[in-house]
T-cell receptor, first 115, second 115 residues
Framework: NAGVMQNPRHLVRRRGQEARLRCSPM?????VYWYRQLPEEGLKFMVYLQKENIIDESGMPKERFSAEFPKEGPSILRIQQVVRGDSAAYFC?????????????FGPGTRLTVT | DQQVKQNSPSLSVQEGRISILNCDYT??????FLWYKKYPAEGPTFLIS?????DKNEDGRFTVFLNKSAKHLSLHIVPSQPGDSAVYFCAASPNSGGSNYKLTFGKGTLLTVNP
């Protein structure tokens, strides 16, 4: 049973480019969460999605960031016009539909570097 | 405003001895707490958790203690093994109000267990 998969594992973008981070949840999981970890910080909640729905995006920066979880395919975290401050590790987690919510399984993360 | 604090960035112990990792929180709405372990280049993996209705939860070599009045919890690992060397994150969940998925993490403590 494959775990949460994220790709790419490492992504380098120049300032002003777009970054697309992908997350495939564990089999049978329909809830996806994105977290960001800045250097020397803990993970910070960004957004919670279910299939085709954004449930809570209270942790997302107001501009340039968007997330989706389509009916088919992985969840995508999209960052437009990246800036140096976006350099961080982005972790995706998933949970089963009947779970407690805090029972989250994390992927290995995508390390975004903005040059 | 850091709601979950891990004040020790690092801890070094000898193999076979006890490791004690500490965590403090400020938000009274938190009532479920989790410890995650993270190896380099991997995502956090769930280790152990505790509900606020308990003051202790034990799983093998790992025990978590919760002092709700002091808003403090600790993770005890005994005996410590070199394979336990990792970053340990404390996380908290508001297990009510429908947002229990929104985990708040501390900055982590790097545990090194020396052979």
């Amino acid at each position: 049973n494959a775990g949460v998969m994220q790709n790419p594992r490492h992504l380098v973008r120049r300032r002003g480019q777009e970054a697309r981070l992908r997350c495939s949840p564990m089999k049978g999981h329909s809830h996806v969460y994105w977290y960001r970890q800045l250097p020397e910080e803990g993970l910070k909640f960004m957004v919670y999605l279910q299939k085709e729905n954004i449930i809570d995006e209270s942790g997302m920066p107001k501009e340039r960031f968007s997330a989706e979880f389509p009916k088919e395919g992985p969840s995508i975290l999209r960052i437009q016009q990246v800036v140096r401050g976006d350099s961080a590790a982005y972790f995706c987690a998933s949970s089963p539909p009947s779970g407690t919510g805090y029972e989250q399984y994390f992927g290995p993360g995508t390390r975004l570097t903005v040059t | 405003d850091q709601q979950v604090k891990q004040n020790s960035p690092s801890l070094s112990v000898q193999e076979g001895r006890i490791s004690i990792l500490n965590c403090d929180y400020t938000n009274s709405m938190f009532d479920y707490f989790l410890w995650y372990k993270k190896y380099p280049a991997e995502g956090p993996t769930f280790l152990i958790s505790i509900s606020s209705i308990k003051d202790k939860n034990e799983d093998g070599r790992f025990t978590v203690f919760l002092n709700k009045s002091a808003k403090h919890l600790s993770l005890h690992i005994v005996p410590s093994q070199p394979g336990d060397s990792a970053v340990y994150f404390c996380a908290a969940s508001p297990n009510s109000g429908g947002s229990n998925y929104k985990l708040t993490f501390g900055k982590g403590t790097l545990l090194t267990v020396n052979p």
